[in-house]
């Protein structure tokens, strides 16, 4: 089946440094990509919508200068979380649409320190 | 607003005792409905879906959710419960229909006891 393989699974950073999240559709292409932002205890929130070849779309409060999205080609979204702080630790989590339903990636733990 | 409410946020079964989790969304459209699973630390894995046809949906690990269009329900059922059900359920809808993006509900965590 359709796989989302999502990199690094964990990542520890320092406050002030950014941090690259890529999923990788591994036997599809996903010309859109969700990601989502999972606290602690909490839901999943979108985040943001990306599209093949065109400027991701961010949902309401979501700072895209801070959150950069790139989905440069039919295999590959990045999430790029600049200038982190510890407010931003969380778990994020990408979504690839497809026929049948949604693939998603396992996830990435994010500690800023 | 779209919206998925997701009643309890925690639910304490016993082991072989009946699972229900319940969900309610609102949507202008019909919608897709998703159950998911998810244990610690871990992505999510779908238990089952609707999207159109036969109300009654069967998925995974002998859960089964009922769609009730009439009372905005899509509640999330097992008959009997194992240990290994522990665990947080999110109920998700696609409001728009088809495979848009996704509205969580606020999750479940069910507990489940000797």
């Known amino acids: 089946g359709a796989v989302v393989s999502q990199h690094p699974s964990r990542v520890i950073c320092k406050s002030g440094t950014s941090v690259k999240i890529e999923c990788r559709s591994l036997?599809?292409?996903?010309?859109?990509m969700f990601w989502y932002r999972q606290f602690p205890k909490q839901s999943l929130m979108l985040m943001a919508t990306?599209?093949?070849?065109?400027?991701?779309?961010?949902e309401q409060g979501v700072e895209k200068d801070k959150f950069l999205i790139n989905h440069a080609s039919l295999t590959l979204s990045t999430l790029t979380v600049t200038s982190a702080h510890p407010e931003d630790s969380s778990f994020y989590i990408c979504?690839?649409?497809?026929?049948?339903?949604?693939?998603f990636g396992s996830g990435t733990r994010l500690t800023v320190v | 607003a779209q919206s998925v409410t997701q009643l309890g946020s925690h639910v304490s079964v016993s082991e072989g005792a009946l699972v229900l989790l319940r969900c309610n969304y609102s949507?202008?459209?019909?919608?897709?409905l998703f159950w998911y699973v998810q244990y610690p630390n871990q992505g999510l894995q779908l238990l089952l879906k609707y999207t159109t046809g036969a109300t009654l949906v069967k998925g995974i690990n002998g859960f089964e959710a009922e769609f009730k269009k009439s009372e905005t329900s899509f509640h999330l059922t097992k008959p009997s419960a194992h240990m290994s059900d522990a665990a947080e359920y999110f109920c998700?809808?696609?409001?728009?229909?088809?495979?848009?993006?996704?509205?969580f509900g606020a999750g479940t965590r069910l507990a489940v006891h000797p």
């Open positions: 979504s690839a649409p497809g026929e049948d339903g949604y693939t």
């Open positions: 998700a809808v696609s409001p728009i229909g088809g495979y848009n993006k996704l509205i």
């Open positions: 949507s202008s459209v019909p919608p897709y």
């Open positions: 990306s599209n093949e070849g065109s400027k991701a779309t961010y």
């Open positions: 036997d599809f292409q996903a010309t859109t």
